[in-house]
């Protein structure tokens, strides 16, 4: 839009220069005969004719002097234009400060009249005008004082180029997107569409921050969840909704990180980069609204100030029996525990414990004591083992699958790292209620043995024989029942 006008604008400027050295080539052609139109007539004496011809003369000089400063103005108006219009624009890609345009403009009307009034009055010495005009400059400086030291911070403030036009700048409690830098003042637009005119001199007085318009700035947006929502899948949410907004940078993905453990909930905060900065306050909106919807499919709640007041009134057992967990459901899938009656199983899925883990947490470290094993209830795990300080994956255990069974029930510490994959729910069963579980179910230890049995071949890694297998499955069985006091 602007960049033709201004083009226009140096055209028309050039079109009424050319007009002007018309008037002037046509004044030097016929100025011979405007003199005889002019003086014609009859003197009462040759000094009277003298005079006349000096007047004419006199006037002459006055009309050319000031079509010649009319051309200077237009001209010097002309490559304004040109200069800060279109060829600044062009290379920058936005327009020229106001300020520097018009420092250009005196500059250039100084030195043209000064050069052209030269020209017409050479004995004039414009060096006492200037001595003269100093008195008045210091009176006139007095009175402008505060109008010159926003000019002089202005100029300062644009040698320490802090910002430009286009960018969003925050001044005092004001922020904004920079319209222009005048003379005197930044034009500042506020979001509410507001122009606030901050001078230079409290501009340069504050601290100011400045949003650069070609650099991607951050913004965060706050949020609180319940604490029952879990953090590893209000992340993957949070972030897949936010990147997919209007004017989110797709160059780097939205970071979500739980600020603080608050009173009411977690509380959270997601990190982006808008494309556009003046545009935060719709994108951040924006990005509320997307959150709001994705938890609405996701099933997670926002948190707001609440007290939960948790009664306790049955027991465990029953809680497991009746609260929907699902914890007999699974256990009750698990191999080992399919000899169980349904009572037995309910009585173990009372007895064990829920412990959720995030990706990348571990569960079960090797060379720690253990008294208890686990059931993969959601997620999944695998099975480490340490080679040269670097973890190399055994196995993958999933749902309905269990872990730490070695430990548990030969006395020897852990024989491997257990970590989880990805947000992993676990149910723990101790010493004491396997021991029950054996009392009433003898087979239970012969499987057991032959899964520790397997399970060793898989740690070691090196290929046995079926013989050796049975010798082995043999030994853990002994082992088995020492550890739980049956022999
Ligand atoms: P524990 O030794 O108590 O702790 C580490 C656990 O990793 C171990 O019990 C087993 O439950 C499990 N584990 C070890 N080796 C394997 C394997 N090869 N396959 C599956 N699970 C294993």
Do not use: F, H, K, M
């Given at each position: 839009m602007t960049r033709p006008r201004s083009k226009n604008r140096a055209l028309f400027f050039l079109f009424v220069a050319a007009f002007v050295v018309l008037v002037l080539y046509l004044l030097h052609t016929f100025e011979g005969s405007l003199k005889d139109t002019f003086l014609h007539g009859t003197y009462s004496s040759p000094a009277a004719e003298a005079q006349a011809g000096e007047s004419f003369r006199m006037v002459m000089n006055i009309v050319r002097l000031v079509l010649w400063m009319s051309l200077a103005i237009v001209v010097v108006r002309a490559l304004a234009s040109l200069i800060f219009g279109t060829i600044f624009r062009r290379r920058r890609g936005y327009e020229a400060p106001s300020l520097i345009r018009n420092i250009f403009s005196i500059v250039a009307y100084i030195a043209s009249f000064v050069i052209i009034f030269k020209q017409f009055?050479?004995?004039?010495?414009l060096g006492a005008l200037f001595t003269t005009s100093a008195v008045l400059g210091a009176i006139i400086g007095l009175a402008l004082q505060d109008t010159l030291g926003n000019f002089f911070a202005g100029i300062s403030l644009h040698a320490d180029k802090p910002f430009q036009v286009g960018d969003v700048v925050t001044v005092g409690t004001r922020t904004g997107v920079v319209e222009s830098i005048t003379w005197r003042a930044v034009k500042i637009r506020t979001f509410a569409n507001h122009i606030v005119l901050a001078s230079h001199s409290s501009v340069s007085k504050e601290a100011i921050e400045v949003c650069p318009r070609d650099n991607l700035n951050a913004r965060l947006v706050y949020f609180n969840t319940l604490y029952t929502d879990s953090p590893a899948k209000t992340i993957h949410i949070v972030r897949e909704a936010v990147r997919e907004a209007?004017?989110?940078?797709?160059k780097i993905t939205p970071i979500v990180r739980i600020r603080n453990l608050g009173e009411s909930g977690l509380e959270w905060e997601v990190k982006y980069w808008p494309?556009?900065?003046?545009k935060y306050n719709d994108t951040d909106a924006l990005v509320r609204q997307r959150v709001w919807y994705a938890f609405r499919r996701a099933g997670i709640e926002f948190a707001f100030p609440t007290r939960t007041l948790h009664v306790e009134r049955k027991s465990k057992a029953d809680a497991a029996q009746t609260?929907?967990?699902?914890f007999i459901e699974r256990l009750s899938a698990v191999d080992i525990f399919a000899p169980l009656s349904t009572e037995e199983t309910a009585r173990l899925a009372g007895a064990s414990i829920s412990h959720i883990f995030a990706p990348g947490e571990t569960v079960i470290r090797a060379g720690d004591e253990g008294a208890s094993m686990f059931v993969v209830h959601s997620g999944r795990v695998s099975v480490q083992l340490s080679d040269n300080g670097k973890p190399r994956t055994v196995a993958v255990l999933n749902e309905g699958d269990f872990f730490g069974e070695m430990a548990l029930f030969t006395?020897?510490?852990?024989a491997a790292n257990v970590v989880a994959v990805e947000e992993t729910e676990v149910l723990e069963i101790g010493h004491q209620a396997m021991k029950h579980l054996f009392d009433t179910n003898p087979d239970l230890v012969d499987s057991l043995s032959h899964i520790i049995a397997e399970r060793r071949v898989g740690l070691t890694a090196k290929p046995q024989s079926a013989e050796n297998g049975e010798v082995e499955s043999e030994g853990i069985i002994s082992a088995i029942k020492r550890f739980f006091g049956f022999d």
């Open positions: 009055y050479p004995e004039v010495g209007d004017n989110v940078s797709p494309i556009d900065y003046a609260d929907g967990s699902g006395g020897e510490p852990r």
